[in-house]
């Protein structure tokens, strides 16, 4: 039996992590840690602790001890941050025997900084969307039009975008967010989302791919998809593959505009679809099991076809259940 380690199991990907390990081939003990000591995936973990801020000067120590406590085998971080905390104290973690479900690093730095991912895009190729980080309002309305998307450069889950339609808005934008500071031509629509999900092997390839046509929710994470089969889509998939070289579970995003798929981000993680492709047959913590663990090259899993929809539901305590 693997004692599996999950971090944020009070967030969306926190919670699918633990399920699809729990509909996973293997025999496992997850060890849930959050934040908050009433996260709702510490109903789903066998143990719980209550955990602390990944930038806090505790936090090494923290996750050491637990490592050592319960001899865990593997570690699969539900939120970004523990990823770039665990990343920055690598060094740290080195001798003890416990695998991470952590990413190619040099991709990890890319991706946190949508400028680079951008500059990266054009290096290799890519068609990208018009972006810019500097300049004046009127001359960045000449090469992107008006409205045009404001999002900081360090971001995930469309966290911080503002649309910017005056001159006020743009100048206001780019002081309050100095080096941060980064806008787009708006390009596509809401109707017009791909999220792709690859296992990256690390030498340029990965052992399989699910793609989904989604709808964003209010929290920036996917509320409606459906699972799609595009030859293009897994072309420029296996071309991103192969430029960034990933390692694990690796969320591509696309807008879909003028016959063209244009990257969006990378999410060098387990993303939030991850519950919704795991319903289709693509687990993604298995295949971790798979690779970290057991050192294999995941099998090919069969995707089923077909949509999907979330919708909110309530874990009610009555008082003399309460723990």
């Known amino acids: 039996m693997y004692k599996i380690l999950v971090t944020g199991v009070g967030a969306i990907i926190g919670y699918g992590i633990i399920q699809s390990l729990r509909q996973s081939k293997y025999d496992v ?85 949508k400028w680079l991912t951008h500059l990266m895009l054009v290096k290799n190729g890519f068609p990208v969307i018009p972006t ?72 340029g390839t990965c052992s399989q791919k699910i793609s989904l046509k989604r709808k964003l929710g209010a929290d920036g994470a996917t509320s409606k998809a459906n699972v799609v089969i595009s030859t293009q889509l897994d072309t420029i998939v296996d071309r991103l593959v192969a430029s960034f070289k990933p390692i694990g579970p690796t969320n591509f995003q696309f807008i879909y505009h003028k016959g063209e798929f244009l990257l969006l981000e990378i999410n060098p993680r387990v993303s939030s679809s991850t519950s919704i492709r795991n319903a289709f047959g693509y687990n993604e913590a298995e295949m971790c099991i798979d690779y970290y663990l057991k050192n294999q090259i995941p099998k090919i899993r069969e995707v089923k076809r077909g949509s999907a929809i979330r919708y909110i539901k309530e874990k009610i305590y009555y008082d003399s259940d309460y723990i």
């Open 132 to 203: 810019y980080i500097d300049g004046e309002f009127d001359e960045v309305k000449l090469a992107l039009d008006i409205p045009m998307l404001m999002k900081p450069r360090n971001s995930y889950a469309s966290k911080g975008i503002h649309q910017i339609d005056t001159p006020e808005d743009f100048n206001y934008w780019k002081n309050k967010l100095e080096k941060e500071f980064m806008v787009q031509k708006i390009v596509g629509d809401a109707d017009s989302e791909y999220t792709v999900a690859a296992f990256g092997l690390g030498d």
């Open 29 to 113: 003990t997850i060890i849930g840690t959050d934040i908050y000591d009433d996260a709702i995936g510490r109903e789903w973990c066998d143990i719980f602790e209550q955990g602390v801020l990944a930038n806090s000067k505790e936090y090494p120590q923290f996750l050491k001890n637990l490592i050592m406590k319960y001899d865990i085998d593997l570690i699969i971080p539900g939120i970004e941050q523990d990823i770039n905390r665990i990343v920055r104290e690598y060094d740290y973690f080195s001798t003890l025997d416990t695998k991470f479900a952590i990413n190619n690093r040099q991709l990890i730095e890319i991706a946190n900084d």
